[in-house]
């Protein structure tokens, strides 16, 4: 039996503490594929630790006027047999999925709305999915949602999630089978409230002052600078397996430079009666290795590796692994196949260089964050698509998901494209010494077992972050660092751990747990402003106090300067064009020294200008992109492909600089 994926509906959705309150319309939306055929194999369900090779079409979500909720609300409503239906409990609203609610209206209550939100949709399945209700499973699963998920089927519980940036699914195959031609009801309420304890952590201030503010006022304070935007933010799928199902699928790989080894294991579920037998083909479709059991290795002569973009004329290069399941179940043989890309590739760390297939590999690339106009953090399409042509035009090959994972659309480009990945999770803004207690540490920790369980098996990652710009001047940062970056080894020997720093060499207590060294600087802009000329000595001196205490190499991984387009200024002033491309160029001229030495990449912040929450220091949002964030670029972005594609030459047997904008589909 092979899986089937049906599209699950838009929920309507309502804001408020209870049921009642305030939803969204739903309508049905296709999902644009991309241009290029999805690096994912397409079969109709994916393991959880894979999302479905082709996510269902986006569905359209109704919401409701906002009241002020509680931080975490009580979620028990009355219902008998079928809960109201949303529309029937007040005004709604169409809301698109994926997409964040806050920019969809004009709304200014709902743009910076913290609390529940209600979504529902109606969906009527396949009825060949009901009929067989012993050997087929139907799954209900979300890309993602912002930030605390409860989902009921019918009025019936079937999940809840913490986090607002990873996949997680549900088996409701009880709750709807049995029911051909009734429409299934999903209803799903959304909390974006953060506390100390989330991830990232936030907290809810009152205020009290009844001659400043309102009854009951609040505001919610972060520790982060970009915009904390909620709803459901990645496809919503309904897929199905055979009671007997492939779980889970962990590669790993090794390589010389004739044979590689794939390493494999394989976790079914459903009965431990069963047979596996694997093929691994090549991209003309040639078998060139077969196994068979839950556990094995595959031998591959004359391997083709991944390789990174720029560092190879074929980068990207992956296999396809099939895995094939028959077991018997209730009299009827079932069958489960899945197909998982394989990149076979090898990650080393040095004390002054990082190595992939055991070349030197050097990061010049961006910092991103997933943002745009309307859509706030909602998977689009076209905009992904873009950005992956922007990154090749500018020779980056790399990048870090700054702050938290993206999605496994953007994530299957990268595998396809050979752009380097930092998977970094949701770790920023913890600033606080209650964000390092041992509530925050056992919530970390589940956050990285999700994060590697969804990525472990993609060649583009190369490096886990567990954090960005943490307190870790704090002493609780030891105990804490030292457990999150030890689980996160235990899951994934392979990779190396990292998280950013913006600490003083001397006070961080994390440093000493972490492979290689990222650290964040904006010499003449948050420090010492507009004095370009203390860059090169303020610089130099950062890496050689990091490297001297630790013996490790170094990445720059954040820098920048914001610029306002259009504004210009000669000499060079803040927030002028001139001004950020100097920054850039003084910074440049000391990475061209280290990098001969200990510094193994250079991430510019940021690839293109975002949203944050409103501020004296921010119009419209941070500035520091080299692209507007409508993906125009300034000035530095001309400089900075110039660099990048001068790096990429002078290290590789790739092609010259483009001269001209190229289509890369």
């Known amino acids: 039996m092979t899986h089937s994926s049906v599209p699950a509906p838009f929920l309507r959705c309502t804001l408020g503490r209870k049921p009642k309150s305030t939803r969204f319309p739903s309508t049905e939306t296709a999902r644009l594929p991309p241009a290029r055929p999805?690096?994912?194999?397409?079969?109709?369900?994916?393991?959880?630790?894979?999302?479905?090779?082709?996510?269902?079409?986006?569905?359209?979500?109704?919401?409701?006027?906002?009241?002020?909720?509680?931080?975490?609300?009580?979620?028990?409503?009355?219902?008998?047999?079928?809960?109201?239906?949303?529309?029937?409990?007040?005004?709604?609203?169409?809301m698109p999925v994926p997409a964040s609610f806050n920019d969809i209206t004009q709304d200014p209550n709902l743009e910076n709305y913290i609390g529940w939100v209600w979504y529902e949709k109606e969906v009527l399945?396949?009825?060949?999915?009901?009929?067989?209700?012993?050997?087929?499973?139907?799954?209900?699963?979300?890309?993602?949602?912002?930030?605390?998920?409860?989902?009921?089927?019918?009025?019936?519980?079937?999940?809840?999630?913490?986090?607002?940036?990873?996949?997680?699914?549900?088996?409701?195959?009880?709750?709807?089978?049995?029911?051909?031609?009734?429409?299934?009801?999903?209803?799903?309420?959304?909390?974006?409230?953060?506390?100390p304890h989330t991830l990232p952590p936030g907290s809810i201030q009152y205020m009290n002052d009844v001659s400043k503010y309102p009854k009951n006022y609040f505001v919610q304070n972060i520790k982060f600078d970009f915009f904390n935007y909620a709803g459901i933010h990645r496809p919503v799928v309904l897929y199905t397996t055979p009671s007997v199902y492939i779980d889970d699928i962990t590669v790993t790989t090794t390589s010389s430079e004739s044979v590689a080894m794939v390493q494999y294991q394989v976790s079914v579920v459903g009965s431990a009666l069963y047979s596996l037998s694997l093929s691994l083909r090549d991209q003309e479709g040639k078998v060139v290795a077969t196994g068979d059991g839950p556990a094995g290795e595959l031998k591959v002569l004359d391997p083709n590796l991944w390789w990174p973009y720029l560092m190879h004329e074929n980068p990207g290069y992956r296999y396809s692994l099939e895995v094939k399941l028959q077991a018997q179940a209730n009299g009827a043989l079932l069958e489960d196949v899945y197909t998982l890309p394989v990149g076979i590739r090898t990650v080393r760390v040095t004390s002054t260089q990082f190595l992939i297939n055991g070349k030197p590999f050097y990061f010049h690339g961006v910092n991103k964050h997933e943002d745009a106009d309307i859509r706030g953090k909602g998977l689009?399409?076209?905009?992904?698509?873009?950005?992956?042509?922007?990154?090749?035009?500018?020779?980056?090959?790399?990048?870090?998901?700054?702050?938290?994972?993206?999605?496994?659309?953007?994530?299957?480009?990268?595998?396809?494209?050979?752009?380097?990945?930092?998977?970094?999770?949701?770790?920023?803004?913890?600033?606080?010494?209650?964000?390092?207690?041992?509530?925050?540490?056992?919530?970390?920790?589940?956050?990285?077992?999700?994060?590697?369980?969804?990525?472990?098996?993609?060649?583009?990652?190369?490096?886990?972050?567990?954090?960005?710009?943490?307190?870790?001047?704090?002493?609780?940062?030891?105990?804490?660092?030292?457990?999150?970056?030890?689980?996160?080894?235990?899951?994934?020997?392979?990779?190396?751990?990292?998280?950013?720093?913006?600490?003083?060499?001397?006070?961080?207590?994390?440093?000493?747990?972490?492979?290689?060294?990222?650290?964040?600087?904006?010499?003449?802009?948050?420090?010492?402003?507009?004095?370009?000329?203390?860059?090169?000595?303020?610089?130099?001196?950062?890496?050689?106090?990091?490297?001297?205490?630790?013996?490790?190499?170094?990445?720059?991984?954040?820098?920048?300067?914001?610029?306002?387009?259009?504004?210009?200024?000669?000499?060079?002033?803040?927030?002028?064009?001139?001004?950020?491309?100097?920054m850039l160029k003084e910074y440049h001229s000391v990475f061209d020294k280290k990098r001969k030495e200990y510094v193994i990449g250079e991430l510019i912040w940021n690839f293109a200008d975002f949203m944050t929450n409103q501020g004296t220091t921010r119009v419209l949002g941070n500035k520091k992109g080299i692209f507007t964030r409508q993906r125009q670029p300034k000035s530095a972005a001309f400089v900075l492909r110039e660099r990048y594609w001068k790096i990429a030459n002078e290290s590789s047997c790739l092609p010259p600089i483009t001269k001209s904008h190229i289509c890369f589909l």
């Open 380 to 582: 689009d399409w076209p905009l992904v698509v873009k950005d992956f042509n922007l990154l090749r035009w500018l020779g980056a090959n790399s990048f870090r998901t700054s702050h938290y994972p993206y999605a496994e659309e953007i994530m299957d480009l990268c595998d396809a494209y050979g752009i380097v990945v930092i998977d970094e999770c949701p770790g920023v803004g913890i600033k606080t010494a209650e964000s390092f207690g041992n509530k925050s540490l056992q919530h970390h920790l589940v956050v990285m077992e999700e994060l590697v369980r969804r990525d472990k098996n993609r060649p583009s990652v190369v490096m886990w972050s567990v954090a960005n710009e943490p307190a870790s001047q704090l002493p609780p940062a030891a105990y804490y660092f030292k457990t999150v970056i030890a689980h996160t080894k235990a899951l994934d020997p392979s990779r190396p751990v990292t998280f950013v720093t913006d600490v003083n060499y001397a006070l961080d207590h994390g440093a000493p747990y972490v492979d290689v060294i990222c650290v964040n600087s904006y010499f003449s802009w948050y420090h010492d402003p507009g004095h370009l000329e203390v860059i090169p000595l303020q610089l130099t001196t950062q890496f050689e106090n990091w490297y001297k205490t630790y013996q490790k190499p170094i990445i720059q991984s954040e820098y920048g300067a914001d610029s306002v387009p259009g504004l210009h200024s000669d000499p060079p002033l803040m927030f002028s064009e001139e001004y950020q491309k100097a």
């Open 125 to 195: 399945l396949p009825r060949r999915w009901l009929q067989d209700d012993l050997n087929t499973r139907v799954v209900l699963r979300f890309g993602s949602a912002h930030y605390y998920s409860i989902v009921w089927v019918d009025g019936v519980q079937v999940a809840e999630h913490e986090g607002g940036h990873l996949p997680f699914e549900a088996d409701i195959s009880s709750v709807v089978q049995g029911s051909p031609g009734i429409p299934c009801r999903i209803t799903v309420a959304i909390n974006n409230t953060l506390t």
């Open 38 to 94: 999805c690096p994912q194999p397409r079969w109709r369900r994916r393991p959880p630790c894979l999302p479905p090779a082709r996510p269902c079409p986006q569905p359209r979500w109704q919401r409701r006027p906002p009241r002020l909720p509680s931080a975490r609300p009580c979620l028990q409503p009355r219902w008998r047999r079928r809960p109201p239906r949303l529309p029937s409990t007040g005004p709604v609203i169409d």
